[in-house]
């Protein structure tokens, strides 16, 4: 690895201990930990046995009483999936959104392989590019690191048709972190994330934005340029301003809400600010649950 790699990987290491550091002033309880649980046998039925746990398809094909028993599934499975698209390469500043995405990826695999669960990356754009196997030993956070560091950022993304693929691909109940900036077409989004739901992951979003994007301060005649498509226009940004806010909350909007109603977490991140306070702040809520 040369210096410049190591230098960035110890920079992402050190925010990452950072906020894990923060974190357990903050919280008495893994963020993760206790949500997976897995069938583990059938036993027949006894006098006192609780009815929600009676395996109502057995009992209707052979009109025999069976409990299903399950255990706890102390080790987590998660995967790291991050849009690596020419969109994510936009900044206004000095921090593209793909940035943001390794701050985050990098506290969140951190904070896992402390715990000792095991932890995987997916990068894609129109389809799945990398795909580094979940691991749990303790040097797999550089390794996945370096996947990111060397991920070229282009072309166009298919968001929808992509998670749907993710959701084929992850078979066991696993949890998922997807880190994008969500531009997309939201029914296919939409139609994804409840593939998620019926498969029993737990889903998590982060959307990594520059403030640009949520505020649309261009006042001068500008050159917008398409980062996912050789394509430039010359334009009037106070004519296109209430049109686009309008367009960009009326999409947020949506994405909220097809969170809310499947349960899935929802978080926005911006490249301005420190990922620290909001993201420890984030996991101490989701403890508190």
């Known amino acids: 690895m040369d210096s410049k790699r190591a230098s960035a990987f110890k920079k992402l290491e050190l925010i990452a201990r950072s906020v894990v550091e923060g974190l357990k002033t903050g919280m008495h ?66 921090q593209t ?27 894609f754009d129109t389809k799945i590019r990398d795909h580094v196997t979940r691991r749990s030993t303790s040097n797999h956070i550089k390794y996945m690191i370096d996947v990111l560091d060397a991920t070229e950022l282009k072309g166009e993304t298919d968001l929808g048709s992509v998670l749907q693929t993710v959701a084929q691909k992850v078979g066991r109940r696993s949890l998922l972190v997807i880190l994008s900036d969500f531009f997309g077409e939201m029914e296919s989004i939409e139609k994804a994330l409840r593939h998620f ?30 980062i996912e ?28 809400k097809a969170c809310h109603n499947l349960r899935i977490d929802f978080e926005t991140l911006f490249t ?18």
């Open 229 to 256: 498509q050789d394509h430039s226009e010359l334009v009037d940004p106070l004519r296109l301003k209430k049109t686009y806010l309008e367009k960009f909350n009326a999409h947020q909007k949506q994405l909220k």
């Open 272 to 289: 301005h600010e420190p990922i620290e306070r909001k993201l420890a702040e984030y996991l101490i809520r989701r403890t508190r649950r």
């Open 29 to 94: 309880k893994s963020p993760y930990k206790g949500f997976a649980v897995e069938f583990q046998q059938h036993r027949p039925y006894v006098a006192g046995d609780d009815l929600k746990h009676l395996d109502w398809k057995v009992l209707a094909r052979d009109d025999r009483y069976y409990i299903k028993e399950f255990e706890e599934d102390t080790c987590l499975r998660a995967y790291i999936i991050v849009d690596s698209s020419g969109s994510m390469g936009y900044t206004s500043k000095n």
């Open 197 to 226: 739901s019926h498969k029993k992951h737990e889903v998590i979003l982060f959307q990594t934005l520059d403030p640009y994007e949520a505020d649309f301060p261009f006042t001068d005649l500008t050159r917008f340029e398409s």
């Open 97 to 123: 959104k793909f940035d943001l995405a390794k701050q985050i990826s990098a506290v969140l695999t951190y904070l896992m392989l402390q715990q000792q669960d095991s932890v995987g990356l997916m990068t």
